[in-house]
């Protein structure tokens, strides 16, 4: 999905596409006691059962965390939002999609979240649905052949100047006076600049130079991993609505999103197709299941929250795992991350994206720092 607050990004991001491209309206849903929330939760209410109501609404007129300066997510949470739409939706989901417990997480995502006001919540309450992050409420999407599509077009302008190198993992890194020699893919490069993208934890363990101290904080950076499972059903029970986010501990993934909702190049007739997403660490339990025994728990996920009537409405299930997904802000990730960035800066190694400037990017935050960088060396 490419959506952006900056419209030069956005610009840069339909120029790409050019033709192969449409806009549409986000429908996203959280499932809760079996219900559909519109998200965010706060700003759907009226949708809770009574008790549930009663719960958040009082809590969040009666906040007595409201008065502190919050030190970190959990803290956050209650102090915006109470202890009702905190304990019924944010803060399960967040231990779920993280990993990690939110009282051991700093602001820094907490950044990215709006504080609403206080009469939006009221009104959700009182029946009133509200959109909230209107930035996101519409995001572009190629009619065909995926967001790998943008990738492609980039690949296209840079062949023309550049050799790319695929398959090639790069094993070593060492510096050579004022040059420096990458081995890759059985071969020896020599560069006079490096600009890394991989994983910041990695690139300390394979630049020969490195010290264990900085090996040492590039190992204590936290991460999680990705798995995703495509999921063909026989019949669609969800209506049209797009991504759903389950914070119920009890089902194994968090995110589901209709892939039919994306348009006709991506719909099997007859089915509905679902992209479930499930975050692990390494070596947690998820990550030591076999494939099986993850697809086992999202059939019984699926059932759970009456996304399927039984098994065998299942037509196939595909899963894959990425080892390198989502960048955990934990307390000390600042200070490592810092670290690591002022160390290579000294060795004249630039880094640059998601994992190797450690930081939770999306492809817009991506496109618009590798923009600043160039604009650096642009003649």
Known sequence: MFFSKNAKTMRIIEELLGDNVRTLRRSNQIVHDKKFIQYPFEND????????????VNTFIN??????????MLQFFLATFGEGITNLYLRPYNEKIWKFDPAF????????????????????????????????LYFKYPKHGGAQTFIHRINERLNEKITIFTNSEVTKLDRVGNSYSVEAGGKTFFADRIVSTMPANILASIYEPADEDIRRTASALRYNSLAILLVNVKENLVGDHFTFMVADKNVIFHRL??????????????????????????????????DSQIIDNVVNGLKSIAFIKAADDINFINIQRFEYAYVVYDKMHRANVNAILNYFSKQGIDLLGRFGAYEYL????????TKSFSNRFAC
């Open 63 to 72: 906040n007595p965390y409201e008065q502190y300066k919050p030190e970190n």
């Open 105 to 136: 997480m700093d602001m820094q995502m907490v950044g990215r979240i709006p504080k609403p006001p206080k009469e939006d919540i009221l009104r959700s309450a009182e029946g009133e649905t509200v959109d909230g992050y209107i930035h996101q």
């Open 45 to 56: 209410l009226s949708k809770l059962n009574e008790k549930d109501l009663d719960y958040c």
């Open 257 to 290: 999103s209709r892939l039919d909702f994306l348009g006709a190049d991506y719909c099997i007739p007859e089915s509905c197709t679902f992209m479930v997403e499930i975050t692990y660490k390494k070596d947690d339990l998820i990550d030591n299941a076999t």
């Open 362 to 369: 999306n492809m817009d935050n991506v496109i618009e720092q």
